[in-house]
């Protein structure tokens, strides 16, 4: 069933394309002057332990403009920043997270399974995972504590990076009352904060409402449902959302491209663009949708797209906001479709485990390193835009 549904989407998706049907203008979206941002995918899960305190620093000390994370409801009412319902992918434990507390989550080594360039991978010889035991004082990192390397609190997130902003996403067990049940903590959590430089997105639509309902103040990027809706049709996106966070490629079927970047800008929507799995993380992909005018990426190779913004002299977020680049201005002659360089196969979204794993990138090179023990210098501090968001589709 679930098959024959993404395959009827495929078939409406290439029928339609993008329709010009026009979407409720968002009016001042701050997002849209924060270009163009390196959002680290949990923090660059190819080049550190996804989701830990060791990979925020490190994304934050490479130049990047916020922080993606994920966020499971544990046992004791709290939300753990880790990317699967179980710790079985990325922990010296087994079982769901919300069988466990946040305490407990603490103590977990979430660099176990982590290897460099290919992010958490089981079954390596022990040599493959350099990182292994940080958590227990088993191996020693410069400039970090152990404790960087266990399951880290939302809490212990905002409270370590003020002034940094933060992409979180809403993820549950499975289920619809799982990911409302998260929404719920979440949205309680953050009504009263004064920061505004966060973004909330989901998979589920239904848990972004009731994050609204709880916390209007709050900016969001698009559910899963409101997308497709965009996209099919230019239908009017709920109200809070300034963002849509798409994978490049859906189904097969490419979606960031000028046209519908331009479309997104027309509208009043920032575009922030994920991989996992969607295409690769490499530099010529990073380069291509820089090229399309996409607000930000959300690379799992931090460091590999600040190369490319160098090489390329990509402007970044300045305080006050930062205008369309010449060759993004906007245009209203039409543009064509851009190609599929990276050509990758077709992706299931709605995988049926409520757990997936996403894809191994492609192993470490010459030039991609991985993983670097951290400096005891403090590094240069990066200028920050003035807000941050999260992510709709993300596996």
């Known amino acids: 069933m679930r098959t024959a549904i993404v395959a009827s989407l495929s ?42 305190m060791y990979a925020f620093e490190r994304a934050e000390s490479l130049g990047a403009d916020m922080l993606e994370l994920d966020v499971q409801l544990t046992a004791d009412g709290d939300l753990a920043v880790i990317h699967n319902a179980t710790v079985d992918d990325s922990t010296d434990h087994t079982g769901r997270v919300d069988a466990y507390t946040m305490d407990q989550l603490r103590a977990m080594d979430a660099a176990h399974w982590f290897v460099p360039g290919r992010s958490t991978v089981h079954d390596d010889p022990s040599a493959s995972y350099p990182l292994r035991g940080a958590r ?45 049940d998260t929404a719920q903590v979440l949205g309680e959590r953050l ?18 409402v009731r994050f609204h309902e709880l916390a209007p103040a709050i900016d969001m990027s698009a559910g899963q449902d409101a997308m497709i809706g965009y996209y099919l049709s230019g239908t009017p996106l709920p109200d809070g959302v300034v963002a849509l966070q798409v994978p490049i490629t859906y189904s097969g ?30 530099a010529a992909t990073y380069a291509q949708v ?85 400096s005891t210098d403090a590094p240069q501090e990066p200028e920050r835009p003035a807000v941050v968001q999260t992510d709709g589709w993300v596996l």
């Open 136 to 180: 227990h004082g088993d191996v020693s990192v410069d400039g970090h504590e152990p404790s960087d390397f266990g399951v880290a609190s939302l809490s212990d997130v905002l409270e370590r990076f003020p002034d940094t902003p933060v992409n979180i996403e809403i993820k549950g067990t499975g289920t619809p009352q799982s990911f409302l």
């Open 253 to 282: 079927i490419r979606v960031v491209t000028r046209d519908f970047v331009d479309r997104a800008h027309r509208d009043g929507y920032a575009v922030h663009a994920w991989f996992s799995g969607s295409a690769p993380d490499d």
């Open 191 to 208: 009504q009263g904060t004064d920061r505004r430089d966060l973004i909330v997105g989901s998979f589920s639509d239904e848990a972004l």
């Open 11 to 52: 078939t409406l998706l290439l029928a339609v394309g993008t329709t010009t049907a026009a979407s409720a203008p968002v009016a001042d979206n701050p997002w849209l002057g924060q270009r163009v941002m390196d959002m680290a995918h949990s923090g660059g899960e190819d080049e550190a332990p996804m989701n830990t």
């Open 290 to 374: 820089i090229g399309t005018c996409v607000d930000a990426l959300m690379p799992a190779r931090p460091s590999v797209l600040e190369e490319v913004f160098d090489d390329l002299g990509t402007e970044r977020p300045v305080p006050g906001g930062t205008a369309p680049r010449a060759e993004c201005a906007p245009d209203t002659s039409p543009q064509p479709s851009d190609p599929d360089p990276t050509d990758p196969q077709p992706t299931d979204p709605h995988p049926s485990d409520p757990q997936p794993s996403d894809p191994e990138p492609t192993p470490p090179t010459a030039e991609d390193p991985g993983v670097d023990t951290p």
